[in-house]
């Protein structure tokens, strides 16, 4: 079985642009996430979507982050414009009840804002 | 809003020995938590679940605790290996399946 898929791996912009990241979660998997990671620190949860729908974007920043999940299978994380404390791994994740409570990641993709 | 910590400093120990990881948690009731392990340059990758209802859960080598009176969870590995070095994480998940992370503890197995 395939696992996530994310990409870019890695990525190096300059702060006031943009980027985005792609996420392609497990077959069948209806709950899909995205985490911050920051160095030293644990993954910070942005947003959960269930199918196409939000289930929770509380600690999202939306005057710089979006996130979507058309057709309720692949992702696409965006940020614009970048800030340098934007620089983080960004770790995708998905999960489906009938697997279980488990939530499965994919390797991230790597950001440094300069 | 929810407060999760882990061990602040990096574990280290000698092969052979158990090490012992803890959780401590605010502001939340958890269905349920897990443990994942994190290995540099990698996402992390599931462990243990144990339920709020369970005392104690075991797998292999892996023993997790699990007391929503001090909300505290401990998560032991025994006969600790070299390979057991990685940053180790706690989650702690509600019935919606809304996962919180906590800050990850480093832990070094000196061979």
């Known amino acids: 079985e395939a696992g996530v898929a994310q990409s870019p791996r890695y990525k190096i912009i300059e702060k006031r642009q943009s980027v985005a990241f792609w996420c392609n979660p497990i077959?069948?998997?209806?709950?899909l996430y995205w985490y911050q990671q920051i160095l030293g620190q644990g993954p910070k949860l942005l947003i959960q979507?269930?199918?196409?729908?939000?289930?929770?974007d509380s600690q999202l920043p939306k005057d710089r982050f979006s996130a979507e999940r058309l057709k309720g299978v692949d992702s696409t994380l965006k940020i614009q414009p970048a800030k340098l404390e934007d620089s983080a791994v960004y770790l995708c994740?998905?999960?489906?009840?009938?697997?279980?409570?488990?939530?499965?990641f994919g390797e991230g993709s790597w950001l440094t804002v300069v | 809003s929810q407060k999760i910590e882990q061990n602040s400093e990096a574990l280290n120990i000698q092969e052979g020995k158990t090490a012992t990881l803890t959780c401590n948690y605010t502001?939340?009731?958890?269905?349920?938590l897990q443990w994942y392990r994190q290995d540099p340059g990698r996402g992390p990758v599931f462990l243990l679940l144990?339920?709020?209802?369970?005392k104690e859960k075991r797998k292999e080598r892996l023993k997790v605790t699990f007391d929503t009176t001090l909300k505290q969870s401990l998560f032991h590995i025994t006969a600790s290996q070299p390979a057991d070095s990685a940053t180790y994480l706690c989650?702690?998940?509600?019935?919606?399946?809304?996962?919180?992370f906590g800050t990850g503890t480093s832990l070094t197995v000196i061979p």
């Open positions: 989650a702690l998940a509600n019935t919606g399946n809304q996962f919180y």
């Open positions: 502001n939340y009731s958890p269905a349920y």
């Open positions: 077959s069948g998997h209806a709950t």
């Open positions: 144990i339920r709020e209802n369970e």
């Open positions: 994740a998905s999960n489906n009840r009938g697997t279980g409570n488990t939530i499965y």
């Open positions: 979507f269930q199918n196409n729908g939000v289930v929770d």
